[in-house]
């Protein structure tokens, strides 16, 4: 295990498309987190999972966001009919018994 | 609402010169605090944590719950600290983690 993974690295989409989002934690790791990053912002909090239940979710968090992590183990988020202003570096997590979070490299998404 | 700030964008230093990045927050409790750093084309990764206190790759950061501020120092800067570096908050353990805007750091030759 090399760490978090995430497919695709790069998605261009046009405007109105939905789109899905894969991440793979640390194997060992139960706590998974997605976080959203635009250009010279710091990363921002989407949504997080211990195991299978989604336990927080942004008040920003549009309904056209959904985020499943049916076993447990890899995550989806899905945007659904996408927007210019979603277009951003998205960035998943996964966090173990310490408090420390490892992220992935993240999938960097261009709305047309 | 709980907010980290780091007021600098872009800190441009000489090698060999010390280094302060600053960070404050707004949170009335006890949160845990972080430094996370991004090097050029890497993934974003943990530097350092204040309940560790100890330093890495000779940075240090003490937690000022009076000031609440939790400022990343360096004595001796080097090239290869050139990096986007990212204050975080968490409220709870195992929560989210509430980022700062970044400071870019510069280490000039």
């Known amino acids: 295990d090399t760490g978090v993974s995430q497919d695709p690295r790069h998605k261009i989409t046009k405007r109105g498309q939905n789109v899905t989002f894969r991440c793979d934690p640390i194997?060992?790791?139960?706590?998974l987190y997605w976080y959203r990053q635009t250009l010279g912002q710091g990363p921002e909090f989407l949504t997080y999972?211990?195991?299978?239940?989604?336990?927080?979710k942004s008040r920003l968090l549009s309904d056209r966001f959904s985020a499943e992590r049916p076993k447990g183990s890899f995550s989806t988020l899905e945007i659904q009919r996408t927007e210019q202003g979603d277009s951003a570096m998205y960035l998943c997590a996964s966090g173990g018994i310490n408090n420390e979070q490892f992220f992935g490299p993240g999938t960097r998404l261009t709305v047309l | 609402a709980q907010r980290v700030t780091q007021p600098e964008k872009l800190l441009s230093v000489f090698k060999g010169a010390p280094v302060e990045l600053k960070c404050n927050y707004s949170y009335s409790g006890s949160p845990e605090l972080f430094w996370y750093v991004q090097y050029s084309r890497q993934r974003l990764q943990l530097l350092l944590r204040?309940?560790s206190r100890e330093s890495i790759k000779g940075f240090t950061a003490d937690l000022n719950k009076g000031e609440t501020s939790f400022h990343l120092k360096k004595p001796f800067a080097q090239e290869e600290d050139s990096a986007m570096y990212y204050c975080a908050l968490s409220l709870v353990q195992g929560g989210k983690l509430i980022f700062g805007q970044g400071t870019e750091l510069s280490v000039k030759p």
């Open positions: 999972f211990q195991n299978e239940a989604q336990l927080e």
């Open positions: 204040h309940i």
């Open positions: 194997s060992e790791h139960n706590r």
